[in-house]
Structure formats: C-alpha cells, structure tokens
Nanobody, 122 residues
Framework: VQLQASGGGLVQPGESLRLSCAAS????????IGWARQAPGKEREEISC???????HYADSVKGRFTISRDTAKNTVYLQLNSLKPEDTGVYYC?????????????????RGQGTQVTVSS
C-alpha cells in the first residue's frame, strides 16, 4: 500500500501546477484523501480534501485557486494549483484514510513520505 505525491516544481507567481497523488495496492475511490503543505519553519497546513462521495473542502488560503479531483481509472487524486503565490511555496503531501465517507476535513490524516516540492518565485 503506497501513495506517491508528484508534480511539484519551480514556477513564477501567477502560474499553475498540477500535483498528483497516485495509489498502488488499494483503491483510492473508497478513501478520503487529504493534501497538506509545509513551508520552511512553519507548521503543516492542511489545504484540501475529498471524500469517497466526491465532496471537497479547501482551506481559506487556497479556496478559489486550488481544485482537488479524482481520476478513478488512474487511481489518482489531483490537486490543481492555479494563480500561485510565493506564500504557496512548500512541500506538499497527500494522505489516504479508509474512512472514505467521512466529512473529510474532520479526518486525522497520516501524512508520510517525501512529498513534492512547490516553489513559487520570480
């Protein structure tokens, strides 16, 4: 059972990225998926989630700019990052929780792995 976050990179303010959270060994459709980020010297911030019914949630800091979605065929959850700002810089992590039908912001996700680095700089 593995999750792999990828898709980060170095972009300029206002540009976009699409992050992927790919699962192997289990079906993501039945899980709640959370995305979090951590900037240097700051605490981890949970920014978005989606449950098994497709209900989504966003932190105020990213609402209107980021979009979370599922691709069932690819067993992958995406996080589209638009209108990026320097304050979006950080390592982005994804996590899956088997309480798929829960109200996803209330799930205590276990973020592991290396994450993917997003750097927004001019």
């Amino acid at each position: 059972v593995q999750l792999q976050a990828s898709g980060g990179g170095l972009v300029q303010p206002g540009e976009s990225l699409r992050l992927s959270c790919a699962a192997s060994g289990f079906d993501l459709d039945y899980y709640a998926i959370g995305w979090a980020r951590q900037a240097p010297g700051k605490e981890r911030e949970e920014i978005s989630c989606i449950n098994s019914a497709g209900s989504t949630h966003y932190a105020d800091s990213v609402k209107g700019r980021f979009t979370i979605s599922r691709d069932t065929a690819k067993n992958t959850v995406y996080l589209q990052l638009n209108s990026l700002k320097p304050e979006d810089t950080g390592v982005y992590y994804c996590a899956a929780d088997p309480r798929g039908g829960s109200y996803c912001p209330m799930v205590a996700y276990d973020y592991r792995g290396q994450g993917t680095q997003v750097t927004v700089s001019s």
